[in-house]
Antibody, heavy 115, light 111 residues
């Protein structure tokens, strides 16, 4: 069974950093594009960024709101996806989901940016 | 960026009755010679979103056949032929044709 499990969410001060992880199982991770999508409390869904698959050189793309502050990476040998978040702002407070091929979602991990 | 506009914002339905949600994109989701990447998700209360429909009209395996998607170009529709109590939640459309991926604002369905 395909499974995505995010971890690493926490309370962090503005300007701080945090690294989220997503552990994948039940499918060939390296074959798939992976996305990060976030949802601020009580709000809708916002795409954060993407990493393409090995066949497409694991290239990454980012939303304008996070470009230059967030970095997506993947380790296909560990079936894992990462989101390094630096220079965090209060508006980055959200549940962060990892998503496979726009189809399968994890349960999410909560990031709270507050002083 | 492609703007996705969903209507209505909310929908109160009677079990057994049909329901319909509209999603319009600010530009065509069909690139020349390509596929239309339009997705529909349902986020049930307290849960993460789950995919219902991909590529406009394809139901994900295991999704009940009371859900159907249709449309082309800039106008898309999700229909529920007979709403059941378990269908409550917020429905989102999303375009995957062009980056950044963008979502509609959501339609809350209540019984």
């Amino acid at each position: 069974e395909m499974q995505l499990v995010e971890s690493g969410g926490d309370l962090v001060q503005p300007g701080g950093s945090l690294r989220l992880s997503c552990a994948a199982s039940g499918f060939t991770f390296s074959d798939h594009y992976m996305e990060w999508v976030r949802q601020a409390p009580g709000k809708g869904l916002e795409w954060v960024g993407r990493t393409r698959n090995k066949a497409n050189s694991d290239t990454t793309e980012y939303a304008a709101s996070v470009k230059g502050r967030f970095t997506i990476s993947r380790d296909d040998s560990k079936n894992s996806l990462y989101l390094q978040m630096d220079s965090l702002k209060t508006e980055d407070t959200a549940v962060y989901y990892c998503v496979c091929d726009c189809r399968y979602w994890g349960q999410g991990t909560l990031v709270t940016v507050s002083s | 960026d492609i703007v996705m506009t969903q209507t209505p914002l909310s929908l109160s339905v009677t079990p057994g009755q049909p329901a319909s949600i509209s999603c319009k994109s600010s530009q065509s989701l069909l690139p020349s010679g390509g596929k239309t990447y339009l997705f529909w998700y349902l986020q049930k209360p307290g849960q993460s979103p789950e995919l219902l429909i991909y590529d406009v009209s394809n139901r994900l395996s295991g999704v009940p056949d009371r859900f159907s998607g249709s449309g082309s170009g800039t106008d898309f529709t999700l229909k529920i032929s007979r709403v059941e109590a378990e269908d409550v939640g917020i429905y989102y459309c999303m375009q995957g044709t062009q980056l950044p991926l963008t979502f509609g604002g959501g339609t809350k369905v209540e019984i």
